[in-house]
């Protein structure tokens, strides 16, 4: 039998209340030390939702330190080439609400960014934000509005950082997936080539 939990009096009572400490940690604007986990930062995820409700997690990744720092209570982060499908940003446009979490390989703890998002197309910093050439061509503006470390429960349990528990081999090469499960009448040997060293020249192209 399924019982679902319709409430969040049903949720309270299952989960018991958060600490004093838990509900008291999150902020409205950077501290120092944010800036440091900013600035040694190669990766985020950007979790956005449409107007409907229907959501989009998108993962960002640069050379530590790609999330520019505005002010305070403004972080930007750069577009880069990838599929065009813009799911996060069209949801954007319809919905400012975003919410980031930035990781630092080998740290468990994260850095969780709560805020008002808006897309920007030129700016006085974009300059700053280019890479191997690449200036972008637009940029997310995140206003704050809560900004908090999480735990390390989440990649302890999961051991993600621990390379012994890695099995990069369970599942078939990226080309192989594409073939199987995007696009069956695919040359292997061309998704091969394409997924492989060459790959990386396209990074910002």
Request: proline share 7%; hydrophobic share 45%.
């Given at each position: 039998m399924t019982v679902e939990i319709t409430s969040h009096e049903e949720l309270r009572e299952l989960l018991g209340e958060p600490t004093p400490r838990a509900l008291g940690k999150e902020r409205p604007a950077l501290h120092a030390r944010d800036r440091d986990w900013l600035a040694a930062s190669p990766f985020c995820l950007v979790a956005t939702a449409d107007a409907d409700g229907g959501c989009d997690v998108s993962p960002k990744g640069d050379p530590p330190g790609f999330a520019k720092v505005l002010d305070d209570r403004t972080i930007a982060i750069p577009e880069r080439p990838g599929n065009r499908r813009a799911d996060g940003y069209r949801n954007i446009l319809d919905n400012p609400h975003v919410g980031l979490i930035?990781?630092?390989?080998?740290?468990?703890?994260?850095?969780?960014?709560?805020?008002?998002?808006?897309?920007?197309?030129?700016?006085?910093?974009?300059?700053?934000?280019a890479v191997e050439g690449h200036r972008p061509v637009l940029a997310v503006v995140v206003e704050i509005e809560q900004i908090f470390y999480h735990c390390a429960k989440a990649f302890l349990r999961s051991r993600l950082w621990q390379p012994e528990s890695w099995q990069p081999d369970a599942l078939p090469s990226r080309a192989r997936l594409v073939k199987e499960v995007e696009y069956p009448a695919a040359d292997l040997d061309d998704l091969e080539r394409h997924y492989g060293p060459a790959y990386l020249a396209t990074m910002y192209r």
């Open positions: 930035f990781i630092i390989p080998g740290r468990t703890d994260t850095l969780r960014i709560n805020g008002r998002a808006r897309l920007v197309r030129e700016a006085p910093w974009f300059d700053d934000m």
